[in-house]
């Protein structure tokens, strides 16, 4: 089945720092990339919908400069937390959309993000 | 009001016992409903899937949709310690590419042996 793989799966950074996280699809091609934010006990909240090759969709509510999202390829999406505070702790998981499957949302394991 | 209501739990089971979860929502547009099952510290994993209503079954698991009640459940049968974790209900207008999923908010589960 289609993977994707998220690294890194826990980080910790000290507040004013910037942070990037990777999201790949391996064995698949993914023109749609997706990346949400998950608070303890919550269900995943969309952050933005990342397009290969064109900028990414935010939701109403997510700082774009603060949350800097990068598609260069069709199978990398990176998240770029910038100028970290520890109120941006959180768990973030991407999703690749593999077209081959018609309920092809695939799941990263997510990135534990710890700002102190 | 969210626009997919789920009840966060936590239900708590003995084993062996059948889990039956659920998911209401607002968007009659809604018409794919998915199932995913989320351990701690993990990214979701894809249980079931339905278009539109009715039931579908595999192995220990069966989803059902009622559209005209705007209703989904997934029944777990026999259910292990294994299947402890979070389910989330997610749902779409479409399958198209750049289309996102509306998730609930999850349910814990727990199943004591």
């Known amino acids: 089945g289609a993977v994707v793989s998220q690294h890194p799966s826990r980080v910790i950074c000290k507040s004013g720092t910037s942070v990037k996280i990777e999201c790949r699809s391996l064995?698949?091609?993914?023109?749609?990339m997706f990346w949400y934010r998950q608070f303890p006990k919550q269900s995943l909240m969309l952050m933005a919908t990342?397009?290969?090759?064109?900028?990414?969709?935010?939701e109403q509510g997510v700082e774009k400069d603060k949350f800097l999202i990068n598609h260069a390829s069709l199978t990398l999406s990176t998240l770029t937390v910038t100028s970290a505070h520890p109120e941006d702790s959180s768990f973030y998981i991407c999703?690749?959309?593999?077209?081959?499957?018609?309920?092809?949302?695939?799941f990263g394991s997510g990135t534990r993000l710890t700002v102190v | 009001q969210k626009e997919v209501e789920q009840d966060p739990g936590p239900l708590s089971v003995p084993e062996g016992a059948i889990v039956s979860l659920n998911c209401t929502y607002s968007?009659?547009?809604?018409?794919?409903f998915m199932w995913y099952r989320q351990y701690s510290r993990k990214g979701p994993e894809l249980l079931m899937y339905?278009?539109?209503?009715g039931n579908k079954e595999d192995g220990r698991f069966t989803a059902q949709v009622d559209k005209s009640s705007k209703y989904i459940s997934l029944f777990i049968r026999d259910s292990q310690p294994s299947d402890s974790a979070t389910y989330l209900c997610?749902?779409?207008?479409?399958?198209?590419?750049?289309?996102?999923?509306?998730f609930g908010g999850g349910t814990r589960v727990l199943v004591k042996p």
């Open positions: 339905t278009y539109s209503s």
């Open positions: 990342s397009n290969e090759g064109s900028k990414a969709t935010y």
């Open positions: 968007n009659s547009a809604f018409q794919y």
């Open positions: 064995d698949f091609q993914a023109t749609t």
């Open positions: 997610a749902m779409s207008v479409s399958l198209a590419a750049g289309n996102k999923l509306t």
């Open positions: 999703s690749a959309r593999d077209s081959r499957q018609l309920y092809g949302y695939t």
